[in-house]
């Protein structure tokens, strides 16, 4: 299975009857500002180039951000954030991820060398999935990062949930975790030393560009964009 046939077979899963029923609703429902469009409504799968260097793992889609637009991170103020950081550092070819008059998703938008995932794939309430349904959507992001195992070199995780989840898909991979595993925090760099599999690889904790975080000046864009200018170098774009 290549990345393309894993986004085609991501997006019917219903593994999650709680977050099925949501993502669903939500998108019959709408948010006023969006009432025309037609939501997505389904798991978001992996956004950006096969054999991306660099890997970006958030917490999972917004219930009127991906779960509209079906693209990660696109359509909301966290991908807004996250995007003009990308942008600013020469990882992304545009700072807009969707049109600023309709909130339709701009085409023209390119990762450069960068994939962006989440550990889960379907818009929770409030934004916080439970643990089984962390675990159910395990076998997604394992499955992405097996295939891009060996080109990978460097992820960025956004935020404590993100980390928490990513480090032990890592440790059942090929990758070499330490223990007891490394906390999360912002700047926090742990490296991973290459295997029979791939590369080294440089993880980097962010603090998550949500709008509480960038709202409240926790987390500034000058912050996103020395993490993630830290990993370009570290995934060698
Ligand atoms: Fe499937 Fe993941 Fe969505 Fe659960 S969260 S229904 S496992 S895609």
Redesign the pocket.
Known sequence: MDLEALDAA?IS????PR??AW?EEVAVVKRAAFRDQEYWGR?VPGFGPAGAALGIVGL?PAAHGANRTGRMFTGDRSGEVLFAAMHAVGLANQAQATHPDTGLLDDRLRLIGTRITSP???A?PENM?TPQ?RD??R??LCAELRLLRPTLRAVVVLGAFGWQALLPVLASSSWAVPVPRPKFGHGVRVDLPATDDGPPLALFGCYHVSQRNTMSGRLTPAMVEAVLSAAKHAAGL
């Open positions: 991501v899963c219903r593994a999650c977050l099925v993502r798991p999972a889960v794939r379907c929770p999935p349904e159910n959507c076998r997604w």
